[in-house]
């Protein structure tokens, strides 16, 4: 069964255009405390690699398939495009933890292959360590165990890849893998580490050692964690609440504000951008 050239981009979602920053070598957006990383640099010299840089990302299904497509800025072909490792990771119990991981080493292929494809599944629910999404120290062993790859074909048509001109890669993945009609999904462009059983990295990697994007940061440049980007958790088939750990929609606390009516008693809202304004009040 091999997946069909969809139409169309379901979901979508945009990512940060570090391009515009590079000459000055640094990136906006990156959160080494949230697993959220935007650093499309190597390590220390900082120098660019487009085909790491996520722009635009979307997801589509049907019956047999779940489709990504994956948006960079550019990909030189003259220099081997895409040598870069794609992936996404499907969260479907919601609790920050990646559940299945799909991961393929790029192939110049604008065929569907199954070439250097994987699927990967935590066996023992420890990506993400202790505390799911947050650096914590306990990397567990992330993604254990292979449920595909060039030696374990028992299902040799689960996961598959193209590339589509010098910007996009498509992945598919079988839906009966996933499982799932709702989910979280983040995607990876990985050209540095590119271990998931080192998942979630900012478990594996102490932020000293991590490095920075972040020009005024203590630990600029990028170091052990260079030549990536991946997003945060986006919500797949449902409202997301903003409490959702490591998702794209947050919910902000604003500032007290004190009640006319009692000075020992002051107002606590939060709001969120699906949820409306949510104020109580709070005596001493």
């Known amino acids: 069964m091999v997946p069909k050239n969809l139409g169309g981009q379901g979901q979508v979602k945009n990512e940060i255009d570090t391009s515009h920053l590079a000459d000055r ?6 959160s080494y405390h949230r697993g959220n990383f935007e650093r499309p640099f190597t390590k220390t010299e900082m120098v660019y690699l487009p085909e790491t840089d996520l722009i635009v990302l979307a997801l589509s299904r049907s019956n047999d398939f779940i489709y990504l497509e994956i948006e960079v800025f550019s990909g ?29 080493k790029g192939v110049d ?6 070439e250097n494809v994987s699927v990967l599944s935590d066996s023992n ?30 299902d040799p048509d689960m996961a598959w890849q193209r590339k589509e001109a010098s910007d996009k890669i498509h992945l598919a993945i079988k839906t009966s893998i996933v499982d799932a009609s709702v989910f979280m999904w983040k995607a990876w462009a990985d050209s540095g580490v590119a271990d998931p059983t080192l998942f979630d990295y900012n478990d594996y990697y102490a932020e000293s050692q991590a490095g920075s994007p972040t020009q005024n940061h203590e630990f600029y440049p990028v170091e052990k964690l260079n030549s990536m980007d991946s997003t945060c958790w986006i919500a797949y088939n449902f409202t997301p609440t903003g409490y959702e750990p490591g998702g794209c929609v947050i919910v902000k606390p604003i500032a007290p504000v004190d009640s006319p009516k009692s000075p020992n008693c002051r107002r606590v809202c939060t709001s969120g951008a699906v949820a409306a304004v949510v104020c109580t009040t709070v005596c001493d």
């Open 109 to 114: 292929s604008e065929e569907w292959t199954v």
């Open 125 to 154: 629910n420890d990506v993400g360590g202790t505390n799911p999404v947050i650096p914590d120290g306990n990397s567990g062993d992330g993604y254990d165990e292979v449920l595909f790859s060039k030696d374990k074909m028992d």
């Open 76 to 104: 030189n072909e003259d220099s081997g495009f895409p040598s870069s490792t794609y992936g996404v990771e499907f969260d479907t119990d919601m609790d920050g933890r990646g559940d299945i991981l799909l991961w393929a």
């Open 25 to 30: 070598k640094f990136a906006l957006g990156d």
